[in-house]
C-alpha cells in the first residue's frame, strides 16, 4: 500500500470514530468527549477512562489503547484487522468502548 493510500484509508477511519461519537452523543445518555490532535483521537468517558487510538505512519498501521491492552491494525484492502488476532477495528473499538462505558456502544466504518 503507498503512504497515499494508508492515509485516505486511515482518514477515513479517524472520521469513522468522530462521526461515532458524535451518533452515540446524540442518541444515547453516553456523555463521550472525543478530541482529535492530529493522528490521534483520545475517547473520554464519564469514569475517567480513555480509548486513545492513534496512526502510526511509518508502519502503516493504526493503533489502539484501552484498558484492556494495546491493539495494531493494518489495512488488509478491505478493513482495518489487528495484526495478531485479525480481528476488525470497528468491533474491537466497539467492545472496548462498550466495557469502558458499561452499556452497549457500536462504532462502524462510515
Request: aromatic letters at 8%; one cysteine or more; glycine letters at 8%.
Amino acid at each position: 500500500m503507498t503512504d497515499i493510500e494508508y492515509m485516505d484509508h486511515a482518514e477515513a477511519a479517524l472520521a469513522a470514530i468522530e462521526q461515532g461519537c458524535d451518533r452515540i452523543n446524540d442518541a444515547s445518555d453516553v456523555d463521550l468527549d472525543n478530541q482529535r490532535v492530529g493522528g490521534m483521537i483520545t475517547i473520554s468517558f464519564v469514569n475517567g477512562s480513555q480509548l486513545i487510538v492513534n496512526l502510526q505512519k511509518p508502519l502503516q498501521e493504526i493503533w489502539l489503547a484501552a484498558r484492556s491492552g494495546g491493539y495494531h491494525y493494518r489495512h488488509n484492502g478491505t478493513a482495518w484487522v489487528d495484526t495478531k488476532t485479525g480481528e476488525e477495528f470497528f468491533a474491537n473499538l466497539s467492545r472496548e468502548a462498550t466495557r469502558q462505558a458499561g452499556q452497549p456502544l457500536e462504532f462502524a466504518a462510515a
